[in-house]
């Protein structure tokens, strides 16, 4: 049986030239192509829950929505899909933001495609956390360093975290993607106005940026 497969990416050449490397592969198939993160959260919602794609591979650094906040949000949507990081991007912050995002892997673009295609299989078959051997060694270091546990968010216990129909509004109008300025376009209202909004928000929420507010509102199914 094959694997379906998503691949998020801004970078066309790199999708189109990935999805036909991948096409070689008889066990993998990518269904899914995206160019950042709202789009691909859109995308999924085309397939039926046993069409969609098992393992997605991320990029970090996109447009409209990155993809760290991406795999936050689409972990709690989906939490069976699988994401592996494909990225540029070897620091410290960028790898531990993404295994608190819900990563199951972390690979390098420079990686062979038969690395990428076995660290697939890997993830779905043996339930491994492939990453890159830079990696690898990056994220024991971090281990070794820490005397404290990956710190997990809090879980909203606060019943009185109601949101305004306004607020409401404007957090989906978020999880769709839009920055402020589109947001007050569509709602007729100033880019300030938003951000006021936005700040009460995160103030009711006992948040500090919008990946932890849409992953509550999901939680709490105020919206689809």
Known sequence: MNIPVAI????????????????????INVVLQCAEGSAFLEGMKAFKPEER???????IEMPVMDGIEAVLIGKEIYPDVHFLMLTVFDDDDKLFEAI??????YLLKDERVSNIVKAITEIV??????????????????LRNTS?????PKEDTDDDCTLSSRELE??????????????????FISPHTVRKHIANIYDKLHVSNKASAIKIALRKKWFN
């Open 8 to 27: 998020v990416d801004d970078k066309r050449i790199l999708r189109q030239s990935l999805s036909e490397q991948i096409a070689y592969y008889k066990e």
């Open 148 to 152: 404290d546990p990956i710190e997990q």
């Open 100 to 105: 608190k995002a819900g990563a199951s892997g």
């Open 125 to 142: 078959y043996e339930g491994g956390v492939p990453m890159s051997p830079r990696i690898a060694r990056k994220a024991l270091a971090m």
């Open 53 to 59: 794609p098992q393992v997605v591979l991320m990029d």
């Open 170 to 187: 404007i957090l989906n109008r978020i999880v769709d993607g839009l920055n402020y300025t589109q947001i007050g376009e569509r709602l």
